[in-house]
């Protein structure tokens, strides 16, 4: 009886030792569950910034590149509207350029970006014909810069274009009108 | 044993782990958000550089002699004006701005937009809001290009020669240089301002070494910090309101476009000489253009200035003018 006695009193006890355990481990487990639940919001809030960082980022980088192309389109209507009056250009006249300064021009190599622009380009309003030293002045088109970028779009001005011409030993400007293009590039 | 301690009060492993983490992201978040507004205010810094260089092209010249103009910015800015004669075929000028924050600090200086063929004088760097600039053509003895000036502080032109006077003048009936006076007396200057003379004890001195000319001002010399810098005509204004080195810098490269002009000049002359239009100074003129090349500073100016003249007379006795 008293064996009996001792026998159910250990079971008791050990059924209790389990049941303590049991809630431990259920504590245990309710923490752990609520840590993880804190660990993915706050993986979700850190990615919802990242997104939007990215997204910030993206949206500013475009703007900055449509900045960069006005910027480069008013310093290319800018160039083209002063060209005409430059020293390397002019004929001594507003908004006239000399075909012989242009010509000579063409050739030489010291000034490729010193305009800051893509590309100059004068056409006589007759035709397409590129000038060379031995077709000028039966030709239409001189470039005098071109950096070959790819997205490229033009600024046109008319002008007038003169150049020297000897008649009877005189000397005398000869004018036409023609049309100065400046290019920029699109970011 | 089991502690009681009702003062106390129990933090959670959750409270103390959301603390951590919740502060950490704060601090990431201030430190973003302070970086975003350094580089956008540098990126704004460079916008301006950039938009200062495609403002100052209305400045050229054409056939008119000067032009002015005034740039208002939103806020205080500082203008960085450099200048490196030595690189390319032209020399390069930088110009970057920094703009004043909220607390008063200055940003880093935005990107350095390059300028080639322009020439701007002004000290190496201008403080404002308000810059006034205006322009004059100088002939060397073709037209170079535009000698550009900025200013935004407070000028004082005590009893110039009329011809100056009278250019001031033109330029303020205009609406520009608000901030240039001029004055018969030095106590008649506002007390901040800088105060040029054409005699000594000025913050600006103005020398004239030019006896035999039209005007004695056609050559002479600026004295400012004990410094003396060289000009021949329109160069005085450049050598009024430039620093030293700036100036010197700013010649070297306007010297260096004379010599390009003058090898334009040469192949223009080759390609008129073939319908008979024979113009005869390209050796003048090439010779010229590479003394021009060669200065070393303003002091050699003078010697330049009498080829210069010569060479300009010349040209107008031609039949067949390039220039």
């Known amino acids: 009886m008293v064996k009996n006695n001792i026998m159910w009193m250990k079971k008791t006890k050990c059924q209790m030792k389990i049941q303590k355990s049991s809630d431990f481990c259920l504590s245990r487990c309710r923490g752990q569950l609520k840590i993880k639940q804190m660990s993915f919001m706050l993986l979700a809030v850190v990615l919802f910034f990242i997104i939007v960082g990215l997204f910030f980022i993206s949206f500013s980088f475009s703007r900055l590149k449509q900045d960069a192309t006005t910027l480069n389109k008013e310093n290319a209507i800018a160039t083209a509207l002063r060209l005409a009056g430059s020293p390397e250009f002019s004929c001594g006249k507003d908004y006239c350029i000399s075909l012989d300064k242009a010509m000579a021009l063409r050739g030489m190599s010291s000034y490729s970006g010193f305009w800051g622009v893509s590309s100059i380009e004068i056409w006589k309003l007759s035709g397409n014909r590129n000038c060379t030293i031995s077709n000028y002045p039966d030709c239409d088109v001189i470039v005098i810069a071109n950096n070959k970028d790819a997205n490229q779009i033009l600024t046109p001005l008319f002008v007038s274009l003169c150049r020297k011409e000897v008649e009877n030993n005189a000397v005398y400007d000869k004018c036409e009108l023609g049309k100065l293009l400046v290019g920029y590039k699109v970011e | ?323």
């Open chain 2, 1 to 323: 044993m089991r502690l009681n301690n009702k003062k106390g009060f129990e933090m959670s492993f959750a409270f103390i782990f959301a603390m951590i983490v919740g502060a950490v992201i704060l601090f990431l978040a201030i430190y973003g958000v302070s970086k975003l507004i350094g580089t956008s205010q540098n990126l704004h810094g460079s916008e301006v550089g950039k938009e200062i260089n495609i403002l100052l092209n209305p400045l050229e010249t054409s056939i008119e002699t000067s032009k002015e103009m005034s740039i208002e910015l939103g806020q205080e800015t500082k203008l960085y004006n450099k200048c490196y004669s030595e690189e390319g075929s032209f020399g390069r000028q930088g110009i970057s701005a920094s703009l004043q924050d909220f607390k008063g600090g200055w940003s880093k200086p935005g990107v350095e937009s390059s300028l080639y063929n322009k020439y701007i004088f002004s000290r190496d760097s201008e403080q404002g809001k308000n810059f006034y600039l205006f322009s004059k053509n100088f002939e060397f003895p073709f037209k170079i290009g535009d000698i550009i000036i900025m200013t935004s502080g407070k000028y004082c032109f005590v009893s110039p020669p009329k011809v100056m006077e009278d250019e001031i003048q033109s330029i303020k009936d205009k609406g520009g240089m608000k901030n240039i006076d001029i004055n018969y007396s030095k106590e008649d200057c506002i007390n901040n301002s800088i105060k040029i003379c054409f005699n000594p004890g000025c913050d600006i001195s103005v020398y004239p070494l030019c006896s035999n000319c039209l005007n004695e001002y056609d050559f002479g010399y600026v004295e400012k910090k004990g410094e003396k810098m060289y000009f021949t005509k329109n160069l005085i204004y450049g050598a009024i309101f430039s620093d030293k080195g700036l100036y010197e810098c700013n010649l070297k490269r306007m010297m260096k476009r004379v010599y390009q002009l003058s090898v334009l000049y040469k192949n223009q002359a080759d390609i008129v000489s073939r319908k008979g239009c024979y113009w005869g100074l390209d050796s003048d003129t090439i010779i010229f253009g590479t003394a021009a090349r060669n200065l070393n500073n303003s002091a050699e100016l003078i010697g330049l200035q009498n080829i210069a003249e010569s060479l300009k007379q010349k040209n107008q006795q031609a039949l067949c003018k390039i220039w």
